[in-house]
Nanobody
Framework: QVQLVESGGGLVQPGGSLRLSCAAS??????????MGWYRQAPGEPRELVAL???????TYADSVKGRFTISRDNANNTVTLQMNSLKPEDTAVYFC?????????????WGQGTQVTVSS
């Protein structure tokens, strides 16, 4: 079973920064992960893509975060990081780590438990 463990959420003032990290782990070796990234869900809203990065380094960002958020990845350690700058109140949501096409004993997609990000003065 593959687990995604997130860290780094919290409360920050508008204009501030936060860094989210996510590590994929399993009791057997993870051979590859096609893409890793972050989604978010605000109360009463559907879950939406924030940013995604493939094993080859191709990135996708939601229009609302372009120029403010940066996603990076360490393929060797199966970790993904989201640097969030110039945060706005509308960035408030639960942020979920996502791993696409994780190849271990079987291939599957996985979600983290979510970490709360609150942007408020």
């Amino acid at each position: 079973q593959v687990q995604l463990v997130e860290s780094g959420g919290g409360l920050v003032q508008p204009g501030g920064s936060l860094r989210l990290s996510c590590a994929a782990s399993a009791n057997i070796r993870i051979r590859s992960i096609y893409a890793m990234g972050w989604y978010r869900q605000a109360p009463g809203e559907p879950r939406e893509l924030v940013a995604l990065i493939t094993s080859g380094g191709m990135t996708t960002y939601a229009d609302s975060v372009k120029g403010r958020f940066t996603i990076s990845r360490d393929n060797a350690n199966n970790t993904v990081t989201l640097q969030m700058n110039s945060l706005k109140p509308e960035d408030t949501a639960v942020y979920f780590c996502y791993a696409d096409q994780v190849v271990a004993d079987m291939t599957g997609d996985y979600w983290g438990q979510g970490t709360q990000v609150t942007v408020s003065s």
